[in-house]
């Protein structure tokens, strides 16, 4: 119990300063910089963030399930070989798509090559941080020091040396430089405290280890540009830098809230996997097993939710009075679609990230993630000519229910082509 909770605690502070960034640093940028500068900077970090996700590619969740296997079995040679394999497949793909978001940054959008270029060194920070490791070691507390270091270190350098508009590459630079330094300060321990080696792979091991996790490859790619691809479709279209900006604050604070349950659905992965172990196929009876480990963070995050929206009610008129942000209504309408669906996202985890991926469903999670994030920018793409940033809310928030609706039909679906070998 002690240990589950100072897991819980650690990985409570790496996702709440993670949530640090966009509450304060966000909403101070677009008053500081304007709407014009700050949506050049927006549209270099929606790049950044499909980037990275490339970067994660499938072994937040394979990782941590070999590593905790190798551990069990004590075979140090097979976690070094992983810890190297994840790394060099992590640089590659990082050097791929770097170049191919630099290039669209700059060539296809005309901006400058500088702000995305420092911007990419927050996926590369992600490629030497190792969350994986220190999640499949079940100590995270060491990452949860160097992760919010590092972020009280780029938001406190921000607040203090970004003044105007000819400041505006110092956000990239910070963030880019302080990132990188607790991802390669966070690499450098784990190397050293738990005994990992670094040495050369085979081309063969590192492409069957990719080939292993392209399901869940695919549909982290699909879910990223499902939720981080609208902010370009915006620049694309043409929306006015104002509501574009308005709309990428309004995602930044989403994402915060999907921050708050990011610990939770940690915490309850290897919980809801033993509920499972035995199962074979998904079924409703299985689903009720979930449901076990999955209301229970529902009920938690939708709690918070609601005690934020009448705080927020409570204080309206003198946090109009303090927030100097003449466009703060149109944020909060945006806001007002997008975070609901919060709670869509938890389900669609643990019913499909989790649940499905086990039970030998990736093909099928995959196939949903990819039509509704394919729906949604198609429909955020003709939308917005009509309704302007409205559209790319709606569809967010469209997506992540549609997501979860088609994930829980899988498992009222009878068949018997779906499925793994029992434990």
Request: charged share 10%.
């Amino acid at each position: 119990m002690k240990k589950d909770l100072l897991n819980l605690a650690s990985l409570t502070c790496i996702q709440g300063s993670n949530a640090l960034i966009p509450l304060i640093m966000f909403p101070f940028l677009l008053h500081t910089l304007g709407a014009s500068i700050y949506a050049d900077l927006a549209l270099a970090e929606a790049l950044s963030l499909l980037v990275l996700a490339v970067v994660i590619f499938s072994f937040e969740i394979i990782g941590v399930s070999e590593l905790v296997r190798f551990r069990e079995s004590g075979d140090r040679v097979a976690i070094d070989n992983l810890f190297s394999g994840v790394l060099y497949i992590r640089l590659l793909l990082f050097l791929a798509a770097a170049v191919v978001a630099i290039g669209f940054y700059v060539l296809a959008l005309g901006k400058s090559w500088s702000i995305i270029t420092l911007w990419t060194f927050v996926p590369l920070a992600y490629v030497f941080q190792s969350a994986w490791v220190y999640q499949g070691f079940e100590r995270n507390f060491p990452l949860a020091v160097f992760t919010v270091l590092s972020r009280i270190a780029a938001l406190s350098l921000i607040l203090l040396l970004v003044h105007g508009t000819d400041d505006a590459i110092l956000v990239p630079g910070i963030l880019g430089t302080t990132y990188l330094i607790g991802g390669l300060i966070s690499f450098g321990y784990a190397i050293r405290h738990e005994g990992l080696r670094v040495h050369r792979i085979s081309g063969g091991t590192l492409i069957a280890m990719a080939i292993d996790g392209k399901e869940i490859f695919f549909a982290n790619i699909a879910v990223s540009v499902q939720r981080d691809l609208n902010v370009l479709i915006l620049g694309i279209v043409g929306i006015p830098a104002q509501s574009l900006a308005a709309y990428s604050v309004a995602e930044k604070l989403t994402k915060s809230l999907q921050a708050i349950a990011r610990p939770l659905n940690q915490l309850f992965f290897p919980k809801a996997i033993r509920a499972i172990r035995t199962d074979v196929t998904p079924t409703w009876h299985v689903a009720r097993k979930i449901s076990r480990h999955t209301l229970p963070q529902v009920g938690v995050v939708a709690s918070i939710l609601l005690v934020l929206t009448i705080s927020y009610l409570v204080i309206r008129h003198y946090a109009l009075i303090v927030i100097p942000y003449n466009n703060v209504d149109e944020i909060l309408r945006y806001l007002s679609i997008m975070a609901p669906t919060v709670v869509f996202g938890i389900a669609s985890y643990m019913f499909g990230s989790i649940g499905l991926n086990y039970l030998g469903g990736r093909a099928y999670f995959l196939a949903v993630i990819l039509v509704t994030g394919t729906v949604s920018g198609a429909l955020c793409f003709v939308l917005a000519h009509w309704i302007g940033a409205y559209a790319a809310a709606i569809c967010y928030a469209s997506a992540e229910v549609a997501t979860m609706l088609a994930t829980l039909m899988r498992y009222g679906r009878k068949s018997t082509s779906l499925g793994r070998a029992p434990l």
